[in-house]
C-alpha cells in the first residue's frame, strides 16, 4: 500500500524537501490520473477518485512535478516555489 505524504492532508499543501509547496484542489481534481502516469512517485488516487500526495513524492525531481501538474485536464495541482512563488498555474 502507498504511504500518503500527510494522512491529515492527503491532497497537501506539503512542502517538498526541495522547498516547493505542493497541492491538489480536490473541488477541480476529476480524477484524470495524468499526473500518476507523469509522476507516480507522486500521486495516487484514493477512495474517492482524487489525488493525494506520496511520501515518495520527494524521490522525483521538481521538473517532473511541474510537468505532472502541467498535464492536469483540469490545472488541479498548484506549485509555489520556496518563497511562495506562484509556479504553476501562472
Known amino acids: 500500500m502507498d504511504k500518503i505524504k500527510d494522512e491529515k492532508n492527503p491532497s497537501g499543501p506539503i512542502t517538498l524537501k526541495s ?27 484514493d477512495k474517492e477518485a482524487k489525488a493525494v500526495i506520496l ?13 505532472s501538474a502541467k498535464a492536469c485536464p483540469v490545472v488541479a495541482i498548484i506549485i509555489e516555489d520556496e518563497k511562495g512563488n506562484r509556479v504553476f498555474p501562472k
Open 19 to 45: 522547498g516547493y509547496k505542493i497541492w491538489v484542489d480536490r473541488d477541480l481534481c476529476i480524477g484524470a490520473a495524468t499526473c500518476i502516469a507523469v509522476s507516480p512517485k507522486a500521486y495516487v488516487l
Open 55 to 67: 511520501d515518495t513524492i520527494d524521490e522525483d525531481t521538481i521538473e517532473n512535478i511541474i510537468e
